[in-house]
């Protein structure tokens, strides 16, 4: 019952925090998605090179891999820059659409 009134608590003052500081709310939402997304590609690049024994283009599924750990590891060292490069390629991928 404790650990839920301090997560209740802690959900509170972040939402009240969000609402006071917009500014560095939405910077930290970018910061928390560009990590997440920088540890998801890193991992769908080792799951890429487990499957490359299976692979019929053995090539561009190591090249598939590389890139993926690459991009997730220059993500997690700038997850800012990422995730504002991240928003203006999904807007370009949408205008493309």
């Known amino acids: 019952?404790?650990?839920?009134?301090?997560?209740?608590?802690?959900?509170?003052?972040?939402?009240?925090?969000?609402?006071?500081?917009?500014?560095?709310?939405t910077a930290?939402?970018?910061?928390?998605?560009?990590?997440?997304?920088?540890f998801t590609w890193i991992t769908e690049g080792f799951v890429s090179f487990s499957y490359v024994p299976y692979s019929p283009s053995k090539p561009w599924t190591i090249l598939s891999g590389v890139l993926s750990v690459v991009a997730?590891?220059?993500?997690?060292?700038?997850?800012?820059?990422?995730?504002?490069?991240?928003?203006?390629?999904?807007?370009i991928v949408i205008l493309v659409l």
């Open 72 to 91: 997730g590891f220059m993500l997690l060292l700038t997850p800012l820059w990422g995730a504002i490069a991240l928003w203006t390629l999904l807007g």
């Open 1 to 25: 019952r404790f650990g839920h009134f301090l997560l209740g608590t802690i959900y509170v003052i972040a939402g009240l925090f969000s609402l006071i500081n917009l500014a560095a709310a």
């Open 28 to 38: 930290t939402l970018f910061i928390i998605i560009g990590i997440l997304v920088g």
